[in-house]
T-cell receptor
């Protein structure tokens, strides 16, 4: 059965800390891995990773994929209270089906 | 960025009622999806469409139905709502990408409560 597992499920840190969120996947015909940020409403797209070992970066956020070990990490440096959200990882099985993990609830305390 | 709209945002309805959740997108995306998400849980695919007159069931068994008569419109219907249908319903669309995947763009969701 295809699955995406995220850890930790919940994380509380202080503003300014650096966090690493983990995502492992077992998906047949794996194509790519995506990260989303979900606050109160719609998940918003962060990164899509297709190639192993190539870091994608956007401001304080970065992510990398390891296709040999079947995992990805999302790093957030110098965290701010606005980074508080649920971070979702999802893996494409083939061309059409996106399998989501349960999410990591990140809380940044001032 | 894709513009995708869902209505209503919140709906409280009694058991046995028929409801339709609306989803429209203005980007001309061929692919559209409906996901169900319970609080603190992962998104589960319930229906998807590759284009007009194309609809498929997802992984999660659902008593809902969908239609795709126009590219921009992908409504989801529950013929007889039950308390077990209480959940958040997220609509998404994605643009075609030759030989590869593309990210899904989500609407703001409809939070449904069936009493």
């Amino acid at each position: 059965e295809d699955k995406v597992v995220q850890s930790p499920l919940s994380l509380v840190v202080h503003e300014g800390d650096t966090v690493t969120l983990n995502c492992s996947y077992e998906v047949t015909n794996f194509r790519s891995l995506l990260w989303y940020k979900q606050e109160k409403k719609a998940p918003t797209f962060l990164f899509m990773l297709t190639s192993s070992g190539i870091e994608k970066k956007s401001g304080r956020l970065s992510s990398i994929l390891d296709k040999k070990e079947l995992f990805s990490i999302l790093n957030i440096t110098a965290t701010q209270t606005g980074d508080s959200a649920v971070y979702l990882c999802a893996a494409y099985q083939g061309a059409q089906k996106l399998v989501f993990g349960q999410g990591t609830r990140l809380t940044i305390n001032p | 960025e894709a513009d995708i709209y869902q209505t209503p945002r919140y709906l409280v309805i009694g058991t046995g009622k028929k409801i339709t959740l609306e989803c429209s997108q203005t980007m001309g995306h061929d692919k559209m999806y409906w996901y169900q998400q319970d609080p603190g849980m992962e998104l589960h695919l319930i229906h998807y469409s590759y284009g007009v007159n194309s609809t498929e069931k997802g992984d999660l068994s659902s008593e809902s139905t969908v239609s795709r008569i126009r590219t921009e419109h992908f409504p989801l219907t529950l013929e007889s709502a039950r308390p077990s249908h209480t959940s958040q319903y997220l609509c998404a669309s994605s643009e075609p990408r030759q030989g590869g995947n593309s990210p899904l763009h989500f609407g703001n969701g409809t939070r449904l409560t069936v009493t």
